[in-house]
Nanobody, 125 residues
């Protein structure tokens, strides 16, 4: 499995960005797909996750109501729509895939074994 993230950039506080992650290779409807982020000097943290199949999604509290994760099963992409961006959202954003196939939508980094190279999001105040 290969993951390719795109869509990052520089935006003013209050603005929006849409990240996209293209997945290639063998994937299954029960895979969890997620976005994580890592700011300088901080640990990589979970942002949002979804399954290829179904509508269940999970978010970190700080982005609820502002970010929306979605998937396109035809294009094999996972998108992250980010609205009302804040300077504290500044980070390198990574998409990830878990090969574990239970019904759970995983949030822990340890479940994810495939990672994209990431894309930088910078929010200016």
């Amino acid at each position: 499995v290969q993951l390719q993230a795109s869509g990052g950039g520089l935006v003013q506080a209050g603005g929006s960005l849409r990240l996209s992650c293209a997945a290639s290779g063998r994937t299954f409807s029960s895979n969890s797909l997620a976005w994580f982020r890592q700011a300088p000097g901080k640990e990589r943290e979970f942002v949002a996750a979804i399954k290829w199949a179904g509508n269940s999604a999970r978010y970190i509290d700080s982005v609820k109501g502002r970010f929306t994760i979605s998937r396109d099963n035809v294009k094999n992409t996972i998108d992250l729509q980010m609205n009302s961006l804040k300077p504290e959202d500044t980070a390198h954003y990574y998409c990830a895939l878990s090969s574990e196939l239970s019904a759970a939508v995983h949030t822990a980094r340890s479940w994810y074994d495939y990672w994209g190279q990431g894309t930088q999001v910078t929010v200016s105040s």
